[in-house]
């Protein structure tokens, strides 16, 4: 049976997801950086997860959505 996370407006099947990426962005209009998590699936396409304005925040947003897809795929 499939499972599926909800990812802003999409619904996921945890089973396409094929990796997870913490990456740093500048926002083009102040120049203040920023940190997202992208969700890479098996069809090659990316959803951003969530974005933060810290490190620690986001380390702990990937933390909670690591948890959250080890549960679902156990």
């Known amino acids: 049976?499939?499972?599926f996370m909800k990812i802003g407006k999409s619904l996921i099947n945890v089973n396409n997801i094929v990796?997870?990426?913490?990456?740093?962005?500048?926002?083009?209009?102040?120049?203040?950086c920023y940190w997202c998590i992208h969700i890479t699936l098996s069809n090659g396409s990316s959803v951003l997860a969530a974005t933060a304005e810290t490190k620690e925040e986001i380390d702990q947003l990937n933390s909670e959505l690591y948890e959250e897809l080890k549960r679902l795929t156990d």
């Open 19 to 32: 990796s997870t990426s913490v990456v740093e962005r500048v926002n083009e209009y102040n120049s203040s």
């Open 1 to 3: 049976m499939a499972k």
